[in-house]
Antibody
Framework: EVQLVESGGNLVQPGGSLRLSCAAS????????MTWVRQAPGKGLEWVAN????????FYVDSVKGRFTISRDNAKNSLYLQMNSLRVEDTAVYYC????????????WGQGILVTVFS | DIQMTQSPPTLSASVGDKVTVTCRAS??????LAWYQQKPGKAPKLLIY???SLESGVPSRFSGSGSGTEFTLTISSLQPDDFATYYC????????FGQGTKVEIK
């Protein structure tokens, strides 16, 4: 059974940093693109970043470029999102998701983890 | 950037109704479109990919159609478990979601 479990969410002040982790099981992580998607409270879904199987390609939404870094450790079956210079508008539930066919759409999602940036 | 616009934002319907949600892209995305269902406090669930392909395990009452800039998600006979918010997502150029359509009980 495919499982994705996020951790690392917390309360943080603007300008602070957090590192989210996503533990993957039930599939071979090294075979799939992986993605982070976020959802602000009461709002819709927003793609944040994704990463190719070997980490050689990474893409980011404009609003997080230069502040967030996506990475992976296939040996540890883990995906990460390093978030620096956090802003109030980064407050959201962050989901990790598995690419179904390349990076295109996402067939399995974690339960989500809340990041709250407050002043 | 490609913008995705869903309509209506909210839809009131009864069990057994046929329901249609529309998603429009700001430029042609061919058939690079997926649909998701999300219930409160839960992660999204993939329903449709490549505009009209049904994800494994998804009931056949769900269907998708369209290409280019206009797409629809249809639920042929609404069931109690289908009351949720539905999102479209394009993957033609980067990745963008629509703002969602909430299907609520009439």
């Amino acid at each position: 059974e495919v499982q994705l479990v996020e951790s690392g969410g917390n309360l943080v002040q603007p300008g602070g940093s957090l590192r989210l982790s996503c533990a993957a099981s039930g599939f071979t992580l090294s075979s799939y693109w992986m993605t982070w998607v976020r959802q602000a409270p009461g709002k819709g879904l927003e793609w944040v970043a994704n990463i190719k199987q070997d980490g050689s390609q990474k893409f980011y939404v404009d609003s997080v470029k230069g502040r967030f870094t996506i990475s992976r450790d296939n040996a540890k079956n883990s995906l990460y999102l390093q978030m620096n210079s956090l802003r109030v508008e980064d407050t959201a539930v962050y989901y990790c998701a598995k690419g179904a066919s390349g990076p295109h759409y996402f067939d399995y999602w974690g339960q989500g983890i809340l990041v709250t940036v407050f002043s | 950037d490609i913008q995705m616009t869903q309509s209506p934002p909210t839809l009131s319907a009864s069990v057994g109704d046929k329901v249609t949600v529309t998603c429009r892209a700001s430029q042609s995305i061919s058939d690079s479109l997926a649909w998701y269902q999300q219930k409160p406090g839960k992660a999204p669930k993939l329903l449709i990919y490549k505009a009209s392909s049904l994800e494994s395990g998804v009931p056949s009452r769900f269907s998708g159609s369209g290409s280019g800039t206009e797409f629809t998600l249809t639920i042929s006979s609404l069931q109690p478990d289908d009351f949720a918010t539905y999102y479209c997502q394009q993957y033609h150029s980067y990745w963008t979601f629509g703002q969602g359509t909430k299907v609520e009980i009439k």
